[in-house]
């Protein structure tokens, strides 16, 4: 692989004469197969050199530290400065790769976090009994994190806890500026994995049924979506687009606003949830443990199948939408996003939370206007209680005017 990207007898010479020679020229032929260009490649080659001779001198094995250490020493003597934070995470991750491919990378220097046993055990739980999206999963499990990296190093086991350490540990992130709204998801992460402790006989029952969290009331907040003219200008200036990301933005795009979808539903769309010929879409709605099946919509359809067409990269992956770089991989929820977000900005759209969640309250303020119930809402956003759905009495606007208009004379 090396005589294919290198010119000069010398160079190539020494890449091959390196240590693990055979290892990196397999490990940028796989990385040739899934789609990395040719620039990337030449990159590519001298940080695995780097890493493979840090690890000849280490005796064959390399933790993170020592590979990062290694590659900005390699990197000043070339450059004369260190590489900037995004170029040292580009490097840390091709030889971390390589490494771990070879078994020679090391975590000797990670300790195990405390509690880790029980943490595995409770997301576990969360993932097969409660059906939570990986997302909801992850946050859950920051929060917890972070509550036992406060504890006294005295606390061994999760029995030993104490609700007065709970109660501190809040009470210190809202002196640092947590919102109610904040302080009651991190209560109620902490209250959920206690109640699965409790299950397991790790402690007491009463350490979460005597967790109080802070009140929010019903209906308190005002969902923020885009007017109907900014959606609007939002999906025409991605239809006029013939570049790859507008194409693929674009049938995105009408996935939120047509469908209210969440991100973590599109990113399980696949293929095989398309019935062309039956024009039908199945949603994998995995927070209430459904799967539904909706019309497809003639706009919707044909955006997918034009993305399909024209903009798809060619991989073995099911997923409906991949990332449009190599290597080829399915598009995370944070993709999405990152995506809406800079299109929103792009349009001047200008919200307290630009992100995909916002197009979900487009699309239910869409259908309050166009006269459907809540129950209709409410099922199609997939809403497992009317009381997520009620929220969206706050922005009818219709039913607001026509209070406002009503004559009260007669009646007084």
């Given at each position: 692989?090396?005589?294919q990207l290198f010119?000069?007898?010398a160079?190539?010479?020494r890449?091959?004469?390196?240590?693990?020679a055979?290892?990196?020229?397999?490990?940028?032929?796989?990385a040739?197969t899934?789609?990395?260009?040719r620039s990337t490649l030449?990159?590519?080659?001298?940080?695995?050199?780097?890493a493979?001779?840090?690890?000849?001198?280490?005796?064959?094995h390399?933790n993170?530290?020592?590979?990062?250490?290694?590659?900005?020493?390699?990197?000043?003597?070339r450059l004369g400065?260190?590489p900037?934070?995004?170029?040292?995470?580009l490097l840390?991750?091709?030889?971390r790769?390589?490494?771990?491919?070879?078994g020679a990378?090391t975590?000797?220097?990670?300790?195990?976090?405390?509690?880790?046993r029980e943490?595995?055990?409770f997301?576990?739980?969360?993932?097969?009994?409660?059906?939570l999206?990986?997302?909801?999963?992850?946050?859950r499990?920051?929060l917890t994190?972070g509550?036992?990296?406060?504890?006294?190093?005295?606390?061994g086991?999760?029995?030993t806890?104490s609700?007065?350490?709970i109660?501190?540990?809040l009470?210190?992130?809202?002196?640092r500026?947590?919102s109610?709204?904040?302080l009651?998801?991190?209560?109620?992460?902490?209250?959920?994995?206690f109640?699965f402790?409790?299950?397991?006989g790790?402690?007491?029952?009463?350490?979460?049924?005597g967790?109080?969290?802070?009140?929010?009331?019903?209906?308190e907040?005002v969902?923020q979506?885009?007017?109907i003219?900014?959606?609007?200008r939002?999906?025409?200036?991605?239809?006029?687009g013939r570049?790859?990301?507008?194409i693929r933005?674009?049938?995105?795009?009408?996935?939120?606003?047509?469908?209210?979808?969440?991100?973590?539903?599109?990113?399980r769309l696949t293929?095989d949830d398309?019935?062309?010929?039956?024009?039908?879409?199945?949603?994998d709605?995995?927070?209430?443990r459904?799967?539904?099946?909706y019309?497809?919509s003639?706009?919707?359809?044909?955006a997918i199948?034009?993305y399909?067409?024209e903009?798809?990269p060619?991989?073995?992956h099911r997923?409906?939408f991949l990332?449009?770089?190599p290597?080829y991989?399915?598009l995370s929820?944070?993709?999405?996003?990152?995506?809406?977000?800079?299109?929103l900005?792009?349009q001047?759209?200008?919200l307290?939370?630009?992100g995909?969640?916002?197009?979900?309250?487009a699309c239910?303020?869409?259908?309050l206007?166009?006269?459907?119930?809540?129950?209709?809402i409410a099922?199609?956003?997939?809403?497992?209680?009317?009381?997520?759905?009620?929220?969206y009495?706050?922005?009818?606007?219709i039913g607001?005017?026509q209070?406002?208009e009503?004559?009260?004379?007669?009646?007084?």
């Open positions: 692989m090396h005589d010119r000069h007898p160079v190539i010479a890449y091959l004469a390196g240590p693990y055979e290892e990196r020229e397999r490990f940028l032929m796989q040739h899934k789609g990395y260009s030449e990159r590519m080659a001298p940080v695995l050199l780097v493979a001779q840090a690890a000849h001198r280490d005796g064959g390399l993170s530290e020592q590979l990062k250490v290694a590659l900005i020493s390699q990197m000043e003597l400065r260190p900037s934070a995004h170029t040292l995470r840390l991750g091709w030889s790769a390589w490494l771990r491919s070879i990378l975590t000797a220097e990670k300790v195990p976090h405390r509690f880790s943490l595995r055990a997301v576990e739980h969360m993932r097969t009994e409660r059906g999206s990986s997302a909801t999963i992850a946050n499990m920051h994190e509550f036992f990296a406060s504890l006294p190093t005295h606390v086991s999760i029995g806890i609700l007065d350490q109660e501190v540990f009470l210190g992130e809202s002196k500026g947590w109610r709204r904040s009651r998801q991190l209560g109620s992460s902490l209250r959920s994995f109640r402790a409790a299950s397991r790790w402690c007491s029952p009463a350490l979460a049924s967790l109080e969290l802070p009140r929010i009331y019903d209906l907040d969902p979506a885009p007017s003219d900014e959606v609007d939002l999906l025409a200036s991605t239809a006029a570049d790859h990301p507008a933005d674009h049938a995105i795009l009408l996935l939120f606003v047509h469908y209210g979808l969440r991100r973590g539903e599109v990113e293929l398309l019935d062309w010929q039956g024009e039908t879409i199945r949603i709605r995995r927070k209430s459904q799967v539904p099946t019309p497809l003639a706009a919707v359809g044909e199948l034009r399909l067409r903009a798809r060619r991989s073995s997923a409906v990332t449009l770089r290597p991989r399915p929820a944070d993709g999405f996003s990152i995506m809406v977000h800079r299109r900005v792009g001047g759209i200008k307290d939370r630009l995909a969640h916002c197009l979900r309250h239910a303020g869409q259908l206007e166009a006269g459907f119930t809540m129950k209709q099922d199609h956003l997939g809403h497992r209680s009317m009381d997520s759905t009620r929220i009495t706050k922005i009818d606007l607001l005017r209070v406002a009503l004559d009260l004379g007669a009646l007084l």
